[in-house]
């Protein structure tokens, strides 16, 4: 770990706001700033950081690009739903979940039953400008990658809706402004987080 590393993480320790009760859940599209985002909260919180689409992987020991593949959507979103029942039975920390997650009723019921939902909101220009040219976004693998996102976009911000508390971003935002967006957002949830 880098000097650098280290003065940031003893500022983060030094800086915690409160005593996390639940784990906090990311959702919001692809782009949105889910993973940076909630790995910069849970340094701030001092909690472990996880990411479903990572311990997704981990378990199938092969990328979501590569299960898509193989095994289909279907069952890619039925391990996502166990992935995240899982995470959220085991220590509060921050959870960042794949674009596609909060779409399935069950894991927005679990997410708000065992954790709270926070969508990161960006508009579509913002998405697009952190998205285009990644090959990793097997949704975005069209003849028309724009038209693909735009239409999930569209499709989605009314589920996005649903969540529990939302932040937004306008694409200017640092992510440490973003953490304390996000810190501000969950100042109405004494039952997730208890502030000093």
């Known amino acids: 770990m880098s000097e650098k590393d280290q003065i940031t993480d003893a500022t983060a320790e030094s800086c915690a706001p409160g005593k996390l009760k639940k784990t906090i859940v990311l959702v919001g599209m692809m782009g949105a700033g889910k993973t940076a985002v909630g790995r910069a909260l849970a340094a701030r919180l001092d909690v472990p950081f996880l990411d479903s689409d990572h311990e997704i992987e981990f378990a199938a020991n092969m990328s979501i690009p590569e299960i898509f593949a193989r095994d289909g959507e279907p069952f890619f979103r ?60 097997p949704l975005l693998r069209s003849a028309d990658p724009y038209q693909t996102l735009s239409d999930l976009y569209h499709a989605r911000v009314p589920i996005y809706a ?28 004494p039952d997730v987080l208890e502030f000093d």
């Open 162 to 189: 649903q969540a529990d508390l939302t932040v937004s971003s306008d694409g200017q935002v640092s992510i440490d402004n973003m953490v304390s967006r996000v810190l501000e957002a969950l100042k109405a949830r």
């Open 78 to 137: 039925e391990k996502e739903y166990q992935v995240i029942s899982r995470l959220l039975q085991e220590e509060c920390g921050v959870l960042s979940t794949g674009g596609g997650a909060f779409l399935a009723e069950r894991n927005r019921r679990v997410m708000s039953e065992s954790g709270v939902s926070i969508c990161l909101q960006a508009d579509l220009d913002v998405l697009w400008k952190r998205v285009k040219g990644r090959d990793t976004r």
